[in-house]
């Protein structure tokens, strides 16, 4: 079984202040992880995906994320936020081998204030 | 425009009254997925489609059916809908290999009184 724990339902951040939002998951053999955003009324958009190679994964909006083995953890960062980046940050994870129904995390609400 | 599209994108009916939620996408994908999300739980798939003719239950399928009859259409059918269906439904399309990140459509918000 795969799972997926994003332990904030709400990050609070300041405008200007790095932000992360985190995840963590369990699962048999190499995870392919991702990162989506929900704006409000509106679907899922890919953010970034961490699938092998360097740890450190870039992606939209200069969002980046940090792939760590050891803690089965891949963090969401950005190092100066913005008010435009209040949303729904959810985490997924596919199994390498095949599995094609992913998991995903719970969401965690980002608000950044001005 | 590469997108995904859903029909009705807001829907309220009565119990037992069937349904179909379209979803279409233009992007020549090969793999689909229907999800519903509900608060505190996330997004939870009920049915995917590798390809045409070839669809899978997902994690929550109890009360919904799928067809993959051409590539790009993807409907999800509730049969007998029910109260614990009131939800907001995703589809979402990628090309295959699980390593591939998902574009998702503009989600469906149904009720079911």
């Known amino acids: 079984a795969q799972s997926v724990a994003q332990p904030e339902d709400q990050v609070n951040v300041a405008e200007g202040n790095p932000l992360t939002v985190k995840c963590t998951y369990s699962v048999s053999g190499n995870p392919y992880l991702f990162w989506y955003v929900q704006y409000p009324n509106r679907g899922l958009q890919f953010l970034l995906k961490y699938i092998t190679g360097d740890n450190l994964v870039k992606g939209s909006y200069g969002f980046e994320a940090e792939f760590n083995k050891s803690q089965t953890s891949f963090h969401l960062k950005k190092p100066s936020a913005l008010v435009s980046d209040s949303a729904l940050y959810f985490c997924?994870?596919?199994?390498?081998?095949?599995?094609?129904?992913?998991?995903f995390g719970r969401g965690t609400s980002l608000i950044v204030h001005p | 425009e590469a997108q995904v599209t859903q029909n009705p994108r807001y829907l309220i009916t009565v119990t037992g009254k069937k349904l179909t939620v379209t979803c279409s996408q233009n992007?020549?994908?090969?793999?689909m997925s229907w999800y519903r999300q509900d608060p505190g739980l996330g997004l939870r798939q009920i049915y995917y489609s590798m390809n045409v003719e070839v669809t899978d239950k997902g994690d929550v399928p109890e009360g919904y059916k799928v067809s993959r009859k051409e590539k790009r259409n993807f409907p999800l059918i509730l049969e007998s809908p029910s109260p614990n269906q009131t939800s907001l439904y995703f589809c979402?399309?990628?090309?295959?290999?699980?390593?591939?990140?998902?574009?998702f459509g503009p989600g469906t918000r149904l009720t079911v009184l």
């Open positions: 979402a399309s990628s090309s295959s290999g699980v390593y591939n990140e998902q574009f």
């Open positions: 997924a994870v596919r199994r390498g081998g095949g599995s094609y129904i992913p998991t």
């Open positions: 992007m020549n994908h090969e793999y």
